[in-house]
């Protein structure tokens, strides 16, 4: 009689075993529909993420463009018309943008491309659970004039008396001109990224010597084949990062101290600016010169005979010697500054001083120094006295043009 209780017992005890082994397989295997279908999720998001990179990233190569900028990140996105379509995501909803980001150059009138992409990820197994997609979403912002190119650069400042004097020829003993440059040279510098891309500078009239590089300048200078032009070789000292500047370099501290005096010559110092990229800059990388000057190039080294066109077409020669560097792959900016200042010979290139004969063929500062750079978009003119920040701010960005990068989509 107890024996036939306890197999009852058993029997029972068999059963609810089986039952709860049930439940807890389903479960289990619930759980592990869940799982895939969450992995294949989150594979769908990289991948939609992923699309929503490539978009947005090509479509700012196209900027300042907006129209081809959004017809690009199109052709990369997963659009109907995109190269990159995603199988097995179901129906994917694409939003192509442009916007301007007012903490980087280059808004004119756009410079970043923000692609936003959705889809219904079709679930397999959860629908036993009555899951049957998930919703995801992914957002991406690029820039344009923001990627960051290597590059070896070389400053060519003027230094002459005429940055020392007013818009009608008259001294001004507080240099506005020269203090002026000075300011938009180290607001460009924090526009720069020290790690990637390295600047030196040259100044004309050249220095007697490095160590005497902040002393007044004169045109005996131009005469010795030692006086330094280079006063700073290339170095990536100047910021300790983008936007803040080291004011202990050579680069900056040079800046800061150089005054003005003497007559104009520019070809050697383009020249003394290549033989320095030539010597310190690294392959693969560009080479850039930005060549600045208020005026007319009137004087030549005496070490050339008096015939020689350093000497008797200085303007000329300033532009012979631009020509053999760009032949050299060297890039070159050139910025025309007050040229029709009111004193007579701002803009007419003259031989053996500001008073001396024209220069035959007769050519004036502007031509000279817009031949200079590499092409006409690389030559700029500020015709007043005023901001020189948003001309470097210009060339700044030209550096990055077609440079696409992502960027944080909460950028202002």
């Known amino acids: 009689m107890q024996l036939h209780t306890r197999l009852r017992r058993r029997s029972g005890e068999d059963g609810q075993t089986i039952v709860l082994a049930v439940i807890a397989m389903v479960a289990l295997l619930a759980l592990a529909a869940l799982a895939i279908d969450v992995g294949y999720v989150y594979y769908a998001h990289r991948s939609l993420q992923a699309s929503a990179d490539a978009a947005a990233l090509a479509g700012a190569q196209k900027l300042p463009d907006a129209g081809e900028a959004k017809a690009t ?15 097995n995501i179901g129906s994917v909803s694409e939003t192509i943008t442009t916007k301007c980001l007012t903490s980087l150059p280059g808004c004119d009138p756009a410079n970043a491309v923000v692609a936003e992409e959705s889809a219904e990820v079709p679930t397999f197994f959860s629908r ?12 991406a912002t690029a820039c344009s004039y923001c990627g960051v190119k290597p590059l070896d650069l070389m400053l060519v400042v003027d230094r002459t008396g005429s940055m020392c004097q007013d818009h009608y020829g008259k001294s ?9 440059e000075k300011t938009a ?7 720069l990224e020290p790690a990637r891309q390295r600047v030196g500078l040259a100044i004309f009239p050249p220095a007697a010597s490095v160590a005497n590089r902040c002393s007044t300048p004169t045109d005996t200078n131009y005469n010795s084949t030692s006086s330094p032009y280079v006063v ?28 003005a005096a003497g007559n104009t010559s520019y070809a050697t110092a383009i020249e003394k600016a290549q033989a320095e990229l030539n010597l310190h800059g690294r392959t693969g990388v560009d080479h850039v010169i930005i060549f600045f000057s ?23 020669q300033g532009v012979s010697s631009a020509g053999g560097v760009k032949s050299n792959g060297t890039i070159i900016y050139s910025i025309g500054y007050d040229l029709n200042a009111v004193d007579g010979g701002a803009n007419t290139c003259r031989y053996n001083g500001a008073s001396g004969p024209l220069e035959t063929p007769s050519i004036t500062a502007y031509s000279a120094i817009q031949q200079i750079a590499t092409s006409s ?28 990068g992502l960027i944080g989509n909460d950028t202002p």
């Open 172 to 180: 001004d003993p507080a240099c506005t001109d020269l203090n002026n």
């Open 73 to 87: 990140a199109q052709e990369f996105g997963t659009s109907p018309v995109g190269k990159n379509q995603l199988k």
């Open 128 to 139: 036993v659970l009555g899951i049957t997609s998930f919703a995801i979403k992914a957002r």
């Open 294 to 316: 208020d005026g007319a190039a009137n004087i030549g080294p005496t070490y050339y005979a008096t015939s020689s066109p350093y000497r008797k077409q200085p303007c000329h």
């Open 185 to 191: 040279l180290k607001e460009f510098l924090t526009l």
């Open 377 to 404: 978009d690389q030559f700029y003119v500020e015709p007043s006295s005023g901001d020189l920040s948003k001309v470097y701010l210009a060339i700044a960005a030209d550096f990055s043009r077609g440079a696409s």
């Open 232 to 259: 700073v070789p290339l170095s990536n000292d100047y910021a300790t990062k983008t936007g803040e500047l080291n004011s202990s370099s050579q680069l900056v501290s040079t800046i800061d101290c150089i005054k």
